[in-house]
């Protein structure tokens, strides 16, 4: 909203703003699984099964404040789904940007030596429950309340 004053010559345009500098950071690694506490865990397992079973033999989990505990989670699930075994854990306390330090996590993980038998034979039942679920016949209706008869 520019404000016109009688007889006076229109304000003139602000400057154009410059273009961005492209970032100077380098995109994070593809095998990086950032895990935050919004979404659901299982979300970050499966990324990080697809990465594995996409030919990354490493993959590092990592999450900063809350989300530390979800970070954990997924890794106990890869190891005990016998996916992934932990290969190095480190912590600390990066400033990156906040206000104050937040507690960060990261845990290496390679893939386990068996990790394509087991991969294969989840997939398997994962398609053999979604069959029997698509076969499963319809619950009955409810039965509608009965009615009292007063006599």
């Known amino acids: 909203y520019q404000r016109r004053v009688h007889g006076a010559e229109p304000a003139a345009a ?4 410059a273009p961005a500098a492209p970032s100077t ?11 935050s506490a919004r979404r659901p ?4 397992v499966q990324f990080a099964k697809r990465l594995l079973h996409e030919g990354e ?19 106990e ?15 600390s306390l990066p400033r990156e940007g906040l206000n104050r330090p937040a ?3 990261q845990i290496f993980m390679t ?24 076969a499963a016949p ?6 509608a309340p009965a009615q009292e008869t007063s006599s």
């Open 14 to 17: 602000p400057p154009a703003e």
């Open 25 to 35: 950071q380098p995109p994070p690694p593809r095998n990086r699984v950032q895990v």
């Open 41 to 44: 865990l299982f979300a970050y």
């Open 57 to 75: 033999t490493e993959i590092e989990l990592s999450g900063l404040g809350l989300a530390i505990n979800s970070v954990v989670s997924t890794a």
């Open 77 to 91: 699930v890869l190891k005990a789904q016998g996916l992934g075994t932990v290969k190095k854990i480190t912590t």
């Open 103 to 105: 507690p960060k996590i």
């Open 111 to 134: 893939k386990s030596a068996d990790f394509e038998q087991n991969y294969t034979a989840q997939q398997r039942a994962n398609q053999e429950g979604a069959a029997a679920e698509g």
């Open 138 to 143: 319809a619950p009955a209706p409810a039965a």
